[in-house]
């Protein structure tokens, strides 16, 4: 009984915590992009347009649903809400305080990647269903470019394992206590490496995201939009809510990774609000940079991560490897 | 092999100088202006509709009325009314009607006017959906508190009294003696010989 009622609470609370990221992510992204182009982004819908995503919510909400001709109905139908499970399910093994966990793992990190690959799988499946070239299209390169970065991305996290001996995300935090040079990224008595490593991360979580510079899965220029050109309406709203869902996410396990999760840069007042702190952070470098880099190619970003990020989370691997067995 | 850490090393310090970019750019105030509460202020140069210019001495305009910009427009856009009022030098500028809706901004009547009465304004917010906004009364537009009445000179006035006066005068003169020629004119036979009297003086 106390473990339903657990349960329940921490779903209301989940529930909550991601619908109001998921609407004001999008209103945090509009105003960054508004002043970095010198503009000021949303303003007229409320104080600071603060009631703009309620109201593009409501838009989209009472929009019809249509689906193409020639879609391919079931998967079309299903694609976003399959984009949305693995998005809500994730959040059940991030730590945001030593006791605000869903649910402690002690498999927590598999759990992420496992899941986290649904979300590919499910872009892939918008992209078929929908039965347009320029959504295939952006449904092969969005897969191909997720084969590409989960290598590095896991190989990093394998890494994060070898040092704390645990795929438990909370034993992980709880082994960065202490002052800031306890954290993975500055670890450099295990690895040199470690913060090339936490780089490489970054830009693997970037990338599996599909964010901008990254973001060939629904490149505007080439694409119509992507994955989702056939979807309006909720359908539409569904996969957006899935992207900003998952850039939460990966900044929750950048943070809980590399960063220390809920501990103190100073060994002072652990707690959910450090958490939270660093996870924002984390974000807002995800805007910031979704604005200021241009698109790469595709050649450029396979390359990227077959001759730079592979090699180099593969160096990190070994050398963790041996600066545990010697010292 | 040396290229390959030369082209990350590279690569990185461009990618954070676009980020140091983008973050001076972010902490600058914007730019936009908000048209429909604020809207921008127009060069000097700009060509809008024209309008007329007001002497900074009397407060008036300095139109005489002579017409040369309604007969030079090429879409007869302007039609000037004007008066004559007692006491008044020239004519009384009463009504300059502009209709904008045919007006093609040629500037002819700028360069028609002799004494500089109009000139192109900077006005372009001017946007309507009914055509009767287009039909601006200049004079109104100069004067939106009211049309001041133009001052009267009483030297001139009193001059223009006489000179009424005395054409009332004349005119009755004239009268009396058309009524006198017309009595003659009755009685030919009889005083002939005045008439002739008359003519002489």
Same mark, same amino acid.
């Given at each position: 009984?106390?473990?339903?009622?657990?349960?329940?609470?921490?779903?209301?609370?989940?529930?909550?915590?991601?619908?109001?990221?998921?609407?004001?992510?999008?209103?945090?992204?509009?105003?960054?992009?508004?002043?970095?182009?010198?503009?000021?982004?949303?303003?007229?819908?409320?104080?600071?347009?603060?009631?703009?995503?309620?109201?593009?919510?409501?838009?989209?909400?009472?929009?019809?649903?249509?689906?193409?001709?020639?879609?391919?109905?079931?998967?079309?139908?299903?694609?976003?809400?399959?984009?949305?499970?693995?998005?809500?399910?994730?959040?059940?093994?991030?730590?945001?305080?030593?006791?605000?966990?869903?649910?402690?793992?002690?498999?927590?990190?598999?759990?992420?990647?496992?899941?986290?690959?649904?979300?590919?799988?499910?872009?892939?499946?918008?992209?078929?269903?929908?039965? #347009?070239?320029?959504?295939?299209?952006?449904?092969?390169?969005?897969?191909?470019?997720?084969?590409?970065?989960?290598?590095?991305?896991?190989?990093?996290?394998?890494?994060?394992?070898?040092?704390?001996?645990?795929?438990?995300?909370?034993?992980?935090?709880?082994?960065?206590?202490?002052?800031?040079?306890?954290? #993975?990224?500055?670890?450099?008595?295990?690895?040199?490496?470690?913060?090339?490593?936490?780089?490489?991360?970054?830009?693997?979580?970037?990338?599996?995201? #599909?964010?901008?510079?990254?973001?060939?899965?629904?490149?505007?220029?080439?694409?119509?939009?992507?994955?989702?050109?056939?979807?309006?309406?909720?359908?539409?709203?569904?996969?957006?809510?899935?992207?900003?869902?998952?850039?939460?996410?990966?900044?929750?396990?950048?943070?809980?990774?590399?960063?220390?999760?809920?501990?103190?840069?100073?060994?002072?007042?652990?707690?959910?609000?450090?958490?939270?702190?660093?996870?924002?952070?984390?974000?807002?470098?995800?805007?910031?940079?979704?604005?200021?880099?241009?698109?790469?190619?595709?050649?450029?970003?396979? #390359?990227?991560?077959?001759?730079?990020?592979?090699?180099?989370?593969?160096?990190?691997?070994?050398?963790?490897?041996?600066?545990?067995?010697?010292? | 092999?040396?290229?390959?850490?030369?082209?990350?090393?590279?690569?990185?310090?461009?990618?954070?100088?676009?980020?140091?970019?983008?973050?001076?750019?972010?902490?600058?105030?914007?730019?936009?202006?908000?048209?429909?509460?604020?809207?921008?202020?127009?060069?000097?140069?700009?060509?809008?509709?024209?309008?007329?210019?007001?002497?900074?001495?009397?407060?008036?305009?300095?139109?005489?009325?002579?017409?040369?910009?309604?007969?030079?427009?090429?879409?007869?856009?302007?039609?000037?009314?004007?008066?004559?009022?007692?006491?008044?030098?020239?004519?009384?500028?009463?009504?300059?009607?502009?209709?904008?809706?045919?007006?093609?901004?040629?500037?002819?009547?700028?360069?028609?006017?002799?004494?500089?009465?109009?000139?192109?304004?900077?006005?372009?917010?001017?946007?309507?959906?009914?055509?009767?906004?287009?039909?601006?009364?200049?004079?109104?537009?100069?004067?939106?508190?009211?049309?001041?009445?133009?001052?009267?000179?009483?030297?001139?006035?009193?001059?223009?009294?006489?000179?009424?006066?005395?054409?009332?005068?004349?005119?009755?003169?004239?009268?009396?003696?058309?009524?006198?020629?017309?009595?003659?004119?009755?009685?030919?036979?009889?005083?002939?010989?005045?008439?002739?009297?008359?003519?002489?003086?």
């Amino acid at each position: 009984m106390n473990e339903l009622i657990r349960l329940l609470s921490y779903m209301i609370c989940i529930a909550a915590f991601l619908g109001l990221n998921l609407a004001y992510l999008g209103w945090v992204e509009r105003k960054g992009a508004g002043h970095i182009q010198r503009r000021t982004g949303p303003k007229d819908v409320g104080p600071y347009g603060l009631l703009q995503p309620l109201a593009d919510g409501l838009k989209l909400m009472s929009k019809q649903l249509i689906v193409p001709a020639n879609a391919d109905r079931p998967l079309y139908m299903c694609a976003p809400i399959l984009t949305m499970v693995p998005a809500v399910l994730l959040f059940v093994a991030i730590p945001f305080g030593e006791h605000l966990v869903p649910r402690e793992f002690n498999f927590g990190l598999l759990m992420m990647f496992a899941f986290a690959s649904v979300g590919g799988m499910s872009i892939l499946i918008g992209g078929w269903g929908s039965g #347009n070239k320029y959504s295939l299209i952006a449904g092969a390169r969005a897969v191909s470019q997720n084969v590409a970065y989960e290598i590095p991305m896991l190989i990093t996290a394998i890494t994060i394992v070898m040092i704390t001996g645990s795929m438990d995300l909370n034993e992980i935090v709880r082994q960065q206590g202490g002052f800031f040079w306890n954290w #993975n990224v500055f670890r450099l008595d295990k690895s040199i490496l470690m913060p090339v490593s936490f780089l490489v991360f970054f830009i693997c979580s970037l990338a599996e995201t #599909n964010r901008t510079p990254f973001d060939m899965g629904e490149c505007e220029g080439e694409l119509v939009a992507g994955y989702h050109t056939e979807y309006g309406g909720m359908g539409f709203g569904l996969f957006m809510m899935a992207e900003y869902a998952n850039l939460v996410i990966g900044c929750s396990l950048t943070t809980v990774l590399f960063l220390g999760g809920w501990q103190c840069p100073f060994g002072l007042f652990p707690g959910p609000h450090w958490f939270l702190l660093k996870m924002y952070f984390l974000i807002w470098c995800f805007v910031w940079i979704r604005w200021t880099y241009p698109r790469t190619t595709f050649w450029g970003l396979l #390359n990227l991560s077959w001759k730079y990020l592979i090699p180099f989370s593969l160096v990190n691997l070994l050398l963790t490897a041996l600066f545990i067995k010697v010292f | 092999m040396s290229g390959y850490f030369k082209d990350i090393i590279t690569g990185l310090k461009s990618l954070a100088v676009g980020l140091q970019i983008t973050n001076k750019e972010f902490l600058t105030k914007p730019i936009t202006l908000l048209y429909p509460h604020e809207s921008v202020k127009m060069y000097p140069r700009y060509r809008g509709h024209i309008e007329l210019v007001k002497d900074p001495e009397t407060g008036m305009n300095s139109c005489i009325c002579c017409g040369m910009c309604e007969k030079g427009c090429p879409s007869g856009s302007i039609s000037v009314k004007s008066e004559k009022r007692p006491g008044v030098k020239g004519k009384v500028l009463t009504a300059y009607i502009l209709n904008f809706t045919t007006c093609s901004l040629c500037g002819q009547c700028v360069e028609n006017c002799k004494p500089g009465a109009i000139r192109f304004s900077n006005e372009y917010n001017l946007a309507s959906t009914r055509r009767e906004d287009y039909i601006f009364n200049l004079l109104e537009k100069l004067h939106p508190e009211g049309i001041p009445e133009p001052e009267v000179d009483p030297e001139l006035l009193k001059k223009e009294l006489e000179k009424a006066e005395a054409a009332k005068k004349a005119a009755a003169a004239k009268k009396e003696a058309a009524a006198k020629q017309e009595a003659a004119k009755k009685e030919p036979a009889k005083e002939g010989g005045e008439s002739k009297a008359e003519e002489k003086s």
